[in-house]
């Protein structure tokens, strides 16, 4: 058995990594899931090389000083007071900084999920730009909120003052959830910014774009700035009396020829496998639905399914850029799964269960379409040291690396090797669903009479969980390399007239 470690890993790296290229967010409320959880699913976008690292952040007590980006060699010199008593938190950082966590849940339930890279409009840039020096970036915000928020509400409140106060660094859109509600923040402008709560019965999709338009300042269902609507109308972007309802992403986001072909399609997709009722064109863009309906309640299997979506099927299949060779460079329209992926996960919180189990998140490494995803509960005391190793060099010892040396492997011949890779960990998944609802059923038995024992079977189940996830990619790493080194040698046999050496 491998040496296990608590993820409390000191910040340390060198060089500043770059802010995600492009991502994937659909947000689910309770009432259009199937078993009535709270759904969030999301695909961090930039570079197969950003190896990705597990980390558990414990409880601090006492703590006096600044948490500063630059300290982590993060994207800028953006600082914020560190909270005198912080929460135990989880998060997935990328191995230069430490920041940049991704995903994560902290001890009172609050989960976090950003961040999704957007764009305002650039005359409304030019007049309130974003804070690049010392501005709140993707960097920051979990190292920030998950520490304090005690809710989903008041992470967002937190945020937004920080955006209003010291502003954003860059354009973000983030999920923040707890046990009763699920919440996503855009921001507008360098200090602009709008949040709204996921409708129960409904689910939102956003691809690079900001999605959210309607505000109504006396409903609690929206939080903004103090100065969304006035900035907006003093600054030409809001006519009230031509314009009518205001519209938030008609007054701060970019609409333009960029979003028809590299973020429109991908909401377009996710709408059309969670409501193919839907009769809509993919060109029509900021028409989409901001918050849809789906035909059929949501699971976490249809979220892993949008995920590892690349229009393999259905009105865009001839837009698919794997299955009949790559053509990335060729194809206008990018999918949802793509090669630089370096993380995704759908994030699931159950609030009729005990909060270590009843918060989970599937987490996959590297391309969805050819990765695995693996449940991690927030209650796991311990990760096993190597899933929190690897650089941006390949590597024979992390996890990270062992599951994109198989990618890259099979997209050297897509169309021939990806099935063999899908059928086996779709196989997989299937059966360690049996084996978790399993787990899931004895440990609530359990935990109520012994709590210790409980922990100790949490661990145990999803560090087996982890190694045996582990152990079919080595084994499928196998299989592949042996149907490349048979293909390549036929190609390149070179034998005699008489075929007999």
């Not at 961090?44 to 990705?52: E, F, I, N, P």
């Not at 839907?278 to 309906?293: C, E, H, I, M, Y």
């Not at 001839?318 to 990018?334: I, Q």
């Amino acid at each position: 058995m491998r040496h296990f470690k608590l993820a409390a890993l000191a910040a340390a790296a060198a060089l500043a990594c770059g802010s995600a290229l492009a991502c994937t967010t659909v947000v689910v409320g309770s009432g259009a899931t199937a078993d009535g959880s709270i759904l969030i699913a999301r695909a961090a976008d930039s570079s197969a090389l950003k190896a990705q690292h597990l980390v558990i952040h414990p409880a601090t007590k006492g703590v006096k000083g600044m948490y500063r980006t630059a300290d982590h060699h993060g994207a800028n010199n953006f600082e914020y007071p560190l909270p005198e008593n912080g929460m135990r938190y989880t998060t997935v950082p990328n191995w230069k900084t430490q920041v940049h966590g991704a995903t994560g849940f902290n001890e009172a339930g609050v989960g976090f999920s950003g961040t999704e890279s957007i764009f305002a409009r650039d005359d409304a840039l030019k007049i309130d730009p974003y804070n690049e020096a010392t501005g709140i970036t993707e960097d920051d915000i979990p190292e920030v909120l998950l520490p304090r928020a005690k809710t989903a509400r008041e992470g967002v409140e937190l945020l937004g003052h920080i955006v209003e106060t010291i502003g954003a660094g860059e354009g973000f859109g983030v999920v923040l959830m707890d046990e009763k509600e699920v919440w996503y923040f855009e921001t507008g402008t360098g200090h602009q910014w709008l949040a709204q709560k996921t409708p129960k019965d409904k689910y939102f999709a956003s691809g690079n774009q900001g999605r959210l338009q309607k505000y109504d300042p006396k409903s609690p269902d929206f939080l903004a700035s103090k100065t969304l609507v006035e900035w907006a109308t003093k600054n030409g972007f809001y006519d009230p009396k031509k314009d009518g309802e205001f519209n938030f992403s008609k007054a701060y986001t970019r609409d333009d020829a960029r979003d028809r072909d590299y973020n429109d399609p991908r909401v377009w997709q996710v709408q059309k496998i969670l409501t193919p009722s839907l009769n809509q064109k993919v060109t029509d863009g900021r028409s989409f639905p901001v918050w849809a309906t789906p035909d059929s309640k949501v699971t976490v299997e249809d979220l892993k399914t949008i995920l590892r979506n690349h229009y393999e099927s259905g009105e865009l299949a001839s837009h698919d850029p794997y299955t009949n060779g790559l053509k990335g460079d060729a194809e206008p329209y990018r999918p949802i799964s793509v090669f630089r992926t370096y993380e995704s996960h759908v994030m699931q919180v159950r609030p009729w269960l005990p909060k270590a189990i009843g918060e989970v998140t599937y987490l996959a490494m590297g391309m969805a379409d050819l990765s695995v995803y693996v449940p991690i509960y927030s209650g796991m005391s311990a990760y096993p040291k190597h899933w929190g190793e690897g650089t941006d060099k390949a590597d024979s010892s992390s996890l990270y690396w062992k599951f994109r040396k198989l990618q890259t492997l099979v997209m050297t011949d897509y169309p021939k090797l990806a099935p063999i890779v899908t059928k086996a960990y779709a196989d997989f998944e299937k059966d360690l669903a049996k084996r978790q609802a399993a787990f899931e059923a004895e440990y609530v038995k359990t935990v109520k009479a012994d709590p210790k024992k409980a922990q100790a079977d949490l661990d145990h189940f999803s560090i087996q969980a982890m190694a045996d996830a582990e152990a079919l990619t080595e084994d499928l790493l196998n299989q592949v390399f042996t149907v490349r080194t048979e293909d390549i040698q036929k190609v390149n046999f070179f034998a005699n007239r008489s075929k007999k050496d």
